[in-house]
């Protein structure tokens, strides 16, 4: 005996919420007229929650209003105006993506400005990239960091971390507590500060590596440590001294010098082995030694 057996298909189709391109038909209506078209929200000015091309796919008023941007979900986030094109934003709350070809990620309350092209939030806290910067990325970080006119720059995390250029930057600073990169006369190029706090870099290409209250303001200048202060051009200046007060501050005093504050100083030549190692330790108490040696 033959036994058949029948079996039930069932499909399920998910459905997701989407509102596809429209034309500018909030274009000119009163605020009365804009908040009672429901394809429409008050932004002043008016403008169409989807714009010629653009999709607004899920989450909770979020608006795509420039043409061929979208807003992927989450809430309040704005992707692109009438007058913007290809903007994206991911998700998250209250994040703000105008110009052409931008992206925010996610996040909480990101901006890029209607003048930024080709820039980047991934994410973080208040972040801004502002005052038509292009090619620049902000990664995230606990917030207010800020690009304004920066070219090719990065911020890549930390906390109130700045970036102010012009032409082609390429200005980095890759984490920490308000360091900034930011000029008094002649906008700044490739310029780097690893992290630490309180760090500056003001001079063309100059370097902080770390550290606390530092300033390379020379020209291709370096300051590391503490208090380190490469004031001059083509200077460095390294405070390894812990010192408690800025007035402690270490500083380079002409062009191509090398100043270095520390505790001690070990010279050594050699490595080991059957030779041994010639070396000598410079102190405080023995740098007197030194210098007469010197004058000799």
């Given amino acids: 005996m033959m036994m058949m057996m ?4 069932v499909l399920v189709l998910a459905v997701v919420p989407v509102v596809k391109a429209q034309t500018n038909i909030c274009e000119g209506l009163s605020f009365t007229d804009c908040i009672e078209k429901e394809e429409c929200d008050f932004y002043s000015p008016c403008v169409p929650i989807a714009g010629e091309g653009s999709v607004v796919r899920q989450g909770d008023e979020n608006l795509a209003a420039g043409k061929f941007c979208t807003a992927g979900g989450g809430q309040y986030n704005q992707a692109g105006y009438p007058d913007n094109s290809y903007n994206v934003v991911g998700g998250g709350h209250r994040n703000v993506c105008r110009g052409n070809k931008n992206t925010i990620a996610g996040g909480n309350e990101n901006y890029v400005s209607n003048d930024s092209k080709l820039v980047t939030i991934s994410g973080g806290n208040s972040n801004r990239i502002i ?15 800020e690009i304004s006119k920066g070219d090719s720059s990065t911020i890549s995390g930390g ?24 000029y008094t006369a002649e906008p700044p190029r490739d310029c780097v500060i690893t992290g630490g706090s309180n760090n500056a870099a003001t001079g063309q290409g100059a370097v902080v590596l ?10 291709y200048s370096i300051a590391l440590g503490e208090n380190a202060i490469a004031e001059y051009d083509n200077s460095m200046a390294v405070n390894l001294v812990n010192d408690s007060s800025p007035s402690e501050r270490l500083l380079t005093e002409q062009e191509g010098q090398f100043l270095m504050k520390a505790a001690s100083f ?14 000598i330790r410079i102190t405080y108490d023995n740098m007197d030694y030194l210098n007469a040696a010197l004058e000799e």
């Fill in 210 to 219: 770390g550290g606390k209250n530092n300033s390379a303001k020379g020209d």
């Fill in 131 to 145: 005052e038509a910067s292009r090619y620049s990325v902000i990664t995230g970080g606990g917030g207010k960091n």
């Fill in 266 to 279: 070990r010279f050594q030549i050699g490595n080991g082995g059957d030779d041994g190692i010639d070396s």
């Fill in 6 to 9: 029948k079996f039930a298909v």
């Fill in 159 to 182: 906390k109130r971390n700045g970036v102010r250029g012009s032409g082609n930057s390429g200005n980095t600073v890759t984490g920490g507590f308000e360091n900034g990169i930011y």
